[in-house]
């Protein structure tokens, strides 16, 4: 049994639209369009920060894991909004195949934007 009282937050999960930027920039280069998927209550936990250095810059990067209830069809290929924070999903976890919750292990700092 899953408590619905750990899922204290609200964030939404974001698909790239493809045909939208086609649409918009004929020429193939551009910035992305992100639509959103669903709107979900999820737990949202920082687990790990780092700093580094990359060329003259020195960048942050924070490990997040976020839980929800099962949903099918998410996937890496999206994005999870957060208040006005964007989190890029480097994978997806079905707790032993039970289909009961997902943990989204995702990465947000400087290098991976805000579009």
């Given at each position: ?25 004929q ?26 250095f ?5 960048l ?56």
């Open positions: 049994m899953i408590k619905a009282g750990k899922y204290n937050k609200l964030i939404t999960l974001q698909a790239r639209d493809f045909e939208r930027e086609k649409q918009h920039n020429y193939g280069a551009g910035t992305p369009i992100w639509a959103d998927v669903v709107t979900v209550r999820a737990s949202v936990e920082p687990i790990q920060g780092r700093e580094y990359s060329g003259p810059f020195q942050g990067e924070d490990i997040i894991r976020v839980r929800l209830r099962y949903l099918p069809n998410i996937t890496r290929k999206m994005r999870v909004k957060y208040g006005d924070r964007y989190l890029e999903i480097n994978s997806v976890i079905d707790s032993k195949e039970e289909h009961r919750e997902l943990q989204l292990m995702c990465k947000e700092g400087e290098a991976y934007g805000k579009r």
